[in-house]
Each structure stands twice: as structure tokens, then as C-alpha cells.
């Protein structure tokens, strides 16, 4: 069974950076896209990045737009997220999933295989 595993989660301060990593244990890194989303305590899961195969296009949207950076290690089977100018209120899991190929990039419907998560806390 293909597994997603997120890592880099942790304690930083605020205006401080972080970089989440997404691993595959399988051929899910091989996906149309693949997308980072978070779920602060009480809200919906938002999506935060994702990345297209082949020209590797990059799209974000919501609040952390212009402070993330998605980027891919195919032969690492690895999925990042670098994280800059951190905010408290960034404070959130922060999930990779699989693109399952239909819908929009950024619809929590659009990926069918997800990792358990990883927690960012950012302190003021």
C-alpha cells in the first residue's frame, strides 16, 4: 500500500522559516500533482500549494501565498514545502496528498491519498 509520510513539522517563531518534506513509499510521487494542505484546530483542512508534473508548475493560493515555496525530488520521492515569515496563525497540521487527476488543484475532493500530517506551531 502506497503511504505518504510528512516531516519538518515543529515549534519556531514567528517571522522564522520551516521546510516540510512529503515521502512516498511508492509510485504516488509519479501523480499529475501533488498538493500540501493545512487544518488549523476548529477550521476546515485549506489548501496551501501543489505542483504539476513534467513543467513542474507550481500554484498557490490562500493566506500563505508568497511566503511558501512547493518544489519535488522525483528521484528522492520526496514532495517539500518551504515555509518563510512564519505567523502564529500558521499554526496548523500541514497534510501532502496525491492528486487523483480530476477537479481543481486546490479542492480537498481533487487528491484521493493522504499523509497523516505533520504539526507546525508558530509562537508570537
Known amino acids: 500500500q502506497v503511504q505518504l509520510v510528512e516531516s519538518g513539522g515543529g515549534l519556531v517563531q514567528a517571522g522564522g522559516s520551516l521546510t516540510l518534506s512529503c515521502t512516498s513509499s511508492g509510485r504516488i510521487l509519479n501523480r499529475d500533482a501533488m498538493g500540501w494542505f493545512r487544518q488549523a484546530p476548529g477550521k476546515e483542512r485549506e489548501f496551501v500549494a501543489s505542483i504539476r508534473e513534467g513543467a513542474e508548475t507550481a500554484w498557490y493560493d490562500g493566506p500563505m501565498k508568497g511566503r511558501v515555496i512547493i518544489a519535488r525530488d522525483k528521484a528522492k520521492n520526496t514532495v517539500y514545502l518551504q515555509m518563510f515569515r512564519l505567523k502564529p496563525e500558521d499554526t496548523a497540521v500541514y497534510y501532502c496528498?496525491?492528486?487523483?487527476?480530476?477537479?481543481?488543484?486546490?479542492?480537498?475532493?481533487?487528491?484521493?491519498?493522504w499523509g497523516q500530517g505533520t504539526q507546525v506551531t508558530v509562537s508570537s
Open positions: 496528498a496525491a492528486y487523483r487527476g480530476l477537479g481543481r488543484l486546490e479542492s480537498l475532493g481533487s487528491y484521493d491519498s
